[in-house]
């Protein structure tokens, strides 16, 4: 059983920073892609920002130069330093990643349970 914790939510202010976490746990054998996403009420959820297991990153143009995404291999931890904040920022949170585990021998996507992240004054 793989699972995929968020922590670091909550309410900033417009132009503040908070920091996401998400440490996956579980028979993981591998980690492959990892990333963020986030829903804002009545929209879809959308991709902001993903990493591969060699640092390579790739952001949404609505985030690029504000937010920041690394991981922790050795951890199985991802991050997303956000900057900059905006009301339009404001989302529940996702983390994703593609695992291998040892029931799965093959790389499959969990998620995450979701962190609140609100920008407001």
């Known amino acids: 059983q793989v699972q995929l914790v968020e922590s670091g939510g909550g309410l900033v202010q417009p132009g503040g920073s908070l920091r996401l976490s998400c440490a996956a746990s579980?028979?993981?054998?591998?980690?492959?892609?990892m990333g963020w996403y986030r829903q804002a009420p009545g929209k879809q959820r959308e991709l902001v920002a993903v990493i591969n297991s060699g640092g390579s990153t790739n952001y949404s143009d609505s985030v690029k130069g504000r937010f920041t995404i690394s991981r922790d291999n050795a951890k199985n931890t991802v991050y997303l330093q956000m900057a900059s904040l905006k009301s339009e920022d404001t989302a529940v949170y996702y983390c994703?990643?593609?695992?291998?585990?040892?029931?799965?021998?093959?790389?499959?996507?969990?998620w995450g349970q979701g962190t609140q992240v609100t920008v407001s004054s």
């Open positions: 994703n990643a593609a695992v291998m585990s040892v029931t799965y021998r093959l790389f499959r996507a969990y």
């Open positions: 579980g028979s993981i054998l591998s980690i492959s892609a």
